[in-house]
């Protein structure tokens, strides 16, 4: 067994359920320590949900050097019904060439991956000119509220400087490898409460119905092409997930309906200009209304540069795959780091089997993982010695 397998056997085993970590982290700072590692375990939440992050760094042989940040997450999502797993879901088992256990994609292959492409790293080059840093969280997969973005602004408060950045999360399809992800689309939620007045469905004379009162500007809102996107991003979208309106019975007019809406907007928009054109179609149709917003995280995008073409490099050499570069899917621990760093892909093992009942990977997808990660170490270490 491969020492890449062998760690990633050791975190499967491990049932580290959002917010709990279970030693994952632990396991990787010992590994890192004997290597140069300085780890500082950061504890955030309430009581109820306490969230463990690890910073862990090793600066380069000279100051000033560039840094590459590893980020992922230890924690998991639930199981699911047990009874539908072909083995438990806690137990790295082999079936057919296949690793299964929750979190086999999503994402405890990557963090073994990260571990063991440093290791060999640094045994071929013991003096980087580059400084290189891990930072996990067990808070990726539920609110996110205590986990990558607490270290982020820590470090933000101390002036830390970060330079690139890979986040380990599942972005292949096929072939670890033919896809990464170079950036996010923003995501911003609404909830719109359009205020009428409530009656009687047989005098709507004497009540305001807010659903037919809204409809018109739902339809407006509906017809709006918000921005064209760019060659990176689609167009941003807008779309309603929730109505809520009436008491149950079938002879009131509500006296409110309540309408949630998502933005998933490009690097064309900004949350700012999308809120205020959507409020001047709520104004121009002389709704009386409340309105509140929630930016779950701003769109980021990393053109070809440095970390794109070292990337890049690294897939085309060790797999003979031309990678393919996508914005597409939700939202990632990327959108945190990106307001910190100016360089951040993401990049994992195929993630068709992620938050599934028999989460798996292919075993061949494991070494392949941890080369492209070395190999970028090494094209980096490159540029910065240049």
Same mark, same amino acid.
């Given at each position: 067994?491969?020492? #890449?397998? $062998?760690?990633?056997?050791?975190?499967?085993?491990?049932?580290?359920?959002?917010?709990?970590?279970?030693?994952?982290?632990?396991? +990787?700072?010992?590994?890192? %320590?004997?290597?140069?590692?300085?780890?500082?375990?950061?504890?955030?939440?309430?009581?109820?949900?306490? =969230?463990? *992050?690890?910073?862990?760094?090793?600066?380069?042989?000279?100051?000033?050097?560039?840094?590459?940040?590893?980020?992922?997450?230890?924690?998991?999502?639930?199981?699911?019904?047990?009874?539908?797993?072909?083995?438990?879901?806690?137990?790295? #088992?082999?079936?057919?060439?296949?690793? $299964?256990?929750?979190?086999?994609?999503?994402? /405890?292959?990557?963090?073994? &991956?990260?571990?063991?492409?440093?290791?060999?790293?640094?045994?071929?080059?013991?003096?980087?000119?580059?400084?290189?840093?891990?930072?996990?969280?067990?808070?990726?997969?539920?609110? &996110?509220?205590?986990?990558?973005?607490?270290?982020?602004?820590?470090?933000?408060?101390?002036?830390?400087?970060?330079? !690139?950045?890979?986040?380990?999360?599942?972005?292949? =399809?096929?072939?670890?490898?033919?896809?990464? /992800?170079?950036?996010?689309?923003? #995501?911003?939620?609404?909830?719109?409460?359009?205020?009428?007045?409530?009656?009687?469905?047989? $005098?709507?004379?004497?009540?305001?119905?807010?659903?037919?009162?809204?409809?018109?500007?739902?339809?407006?809102?509906?017809?709006?092409?918000?921005?064209?996107?760019?060659?990176?991003?689609?167009?941003?979208?807008?779309? =309603?997930?929730?109505?809520?309106?009436?008491?149950?019975?079938?002879?009131? +007019?509500?006296?409110?309906?309540?309408?949630?809406? *998502?933005?998933?907007?490009?690097?064309?928009?900004?949350?700012?200009?999308?809120? %205020?054109?959507?409020?001047?179609?709520? @104004?121009?149709?002389?709704?009386? !209304?409340?309105?509140?917003?929630?930016?779950?995280?701003?769109?980021?995008? #990393?053109?070809?540069?440095?970390?794109?073409?070292?990337?890049?490099?690294?897939?085309?050499?060790?797999?003979? +795959?031309?990678?393919?570069?996508?914005?597409?899917?939700?939202?990632? @621990?990327?959108?945190? +780091?990106?307001?910190?760093?100016?360089?951040?892909?993401?990049?994992?093992?195929?993630?068709?089997?992620?938050?599934?009942?028999?989460?798996?990977?292919?075993?061949?997808?494991?070494?392949?993982?941890?080369?492209? $990660? /070395?190999?970028?170490?090494?094209?980096?270490?490159?540029?910065?010695? &240049?």
């Amino acid at each position: 067994m491969g020492p #890449t397998l $062998y760690l990633t056997e050791q975190l499967l085993a491990r049932p580290s359920i959002t917010p709990l970590d279970e030693g994952c982290q632990q396991i +990787i700072a010992e590994r890192l %320590k004997p290597l140069g590692f300085a780890c500082e375990s950061i504890v955030s939440g309430p009581e109820d949900f306490r =969230v463990t *992050n690890l910073w862990a760094k090793r600066p380069a042989s000279a100051p000033g050097a560039p840094t590459l940040v590893l980020a992922g997450h230890t924690d998991v999502v639930p199981t699911g019904p047990l009874d539908q797993w072909h083995s438990a879901p806690f137990v790295p #088992t082999h079936r057919d060439g296949k690793l $299964y256990g929750r979190g086999a994609a999503d994402m /405890k292959t990557s963090l073994a &991956a990260f571990v063991v492409a440093i290791e060999e790293f640094l045994a071929e080059t013991p003096s980087p000119a580059l400084s290189i840093a891990l930072l996990l969280t067990s808070d990726e997969e539920g609110p &996110a509220n205590d986990g990558t973005v607490v270290v982020c602004n820590a470090l933000k408060a101390r002036g830390e400087t970060l330079d !690139y950045c890979i986040v380990g999360e599942p972005t292949s =399809v096929e072939r670890t490898g033919d896809m990464i /992800k170079n950036g996010r689309r923003g #995501t911003m939620s609404g909830k719109l409460t359009v205020k009428g007045v409530q009656g009687h469905i047989a $005098y709507p004379h004497l009540a305001k119905n807010p659903i037919h009162l809204v409809a018109p500007a739902l339809a407006e809102l509906v017809g709006i092409e918000w921005d064209k996107g760019n060659a990176f991003f689609p167009p941003t979208t807008w779309q =309603v997930s929730n109505i809520h309106g009436g008491t149950g019975a079938s002879n009131v +007019i509500p006296g409110h309906v309540v309408i949630d809406f *998502n933005f998933r907007f490009s690097t064309e928009s900004t949350a700012e200009s999308l809120q %205020k054109r959507l409020s001047a179609v709520l @104004d121009a149709h002389a709704l009386e !209304y409340d309105l509140s917003w929630v930016v779950g995280g701003l769109p980021f995008l #990393t053109t070809p540069g440095a970390l794109v073409d070292a990337v890049v490099d690294a897939i085309r050499t060790e797999t003979g +795959i031309e990678t393919q570069l996508s914005t597409t899917g939700g939202t990632s @621990d990327g959108r945190f +780091i990106a307001q910190i760093c100016p360089q951040v892909i993401e990049l994992g093992p195929p993630n068709a089997t992620i938050h599934k009942i028999n989460e798996h990977v292919q075993v061949a997808d494991i070494e392949p993982l941890k080369n492209i $990660y /070395k190999r970028t170490l090494h094209n980096l270490n490159r540029q910065a010695s &240049a």
